[in-house]
C-alpha cells in the first residue's frame, strides 16, 4: 500500500478527531465526508469526536496483509462513540484474552506503520483500553 494523497489530506481531522454532523438530519461522519448518506444533504458542521468509547466488537488478525507482517497477529475493533458514530482502529495494550464487546476504550494517536525503502512513518489513531 503505498502513501496517498488522501491519506494525508485527512490527516488534519484525525489529529483533531473532527467530525462532521449534518446539518440537515445530525448524522455524524468520521472523517467527515461531503454527501450525507442518510439524507442526501451536503452542509456540515465540525464538531469533536470523544476520544472515549466502547467496543462494538472485534477480531484478532493472525495472517496479515504484506505491509502488517510484522505485527501479526494484531486485533482490529470497532468502537462506538457518541451518537452511535462507529470508527475502526487497531486495538493495542490488551492481551486478545481480556478482548470483550463493551470493554471501554479511548482513542490514541500512535505510529500505525513504515513505508518504503526511505521509511516513511505514517501516523493514526488506534484503541487503547480504559483501566
Known sequence: MSTSARY????????RLEAAKCTSCGKQFFPPRL???????????ATKLSDKGKLATYTVIRIAPSD??????????????DGGLRVTA????????ELKVG???RIEFRR????????????????????
Open 90 to 97: 487497531q486495538v493495542a495494550d490488551v492481551d486478545f484474552d
Open 8 to 15: 494525508w489530506r485527512e490527516i488534519p481531522q484525525r489529529y
Open 35 to 45: 454527501v450525507c448518506n442518510g439524507c442526501g444533504g451536503r452542509e456540515f458542521e
Open 103 to 105: 470493554m471501554p476504550v
Open 112 to 131: 500505525i506503520r513504515e513505508e518504503g525503502e526511505a521509511g516513511i512513518l505514517c501516523y493514526g489513531y488506534k484503541f487503547v483500553p480504559v483501566r
Open 68 to 81: 502488517l507482517t510484522q505485527q501479526a497477529p494484531y486485533a482490529i475493533g470497532i468502537a462506538e462513540f
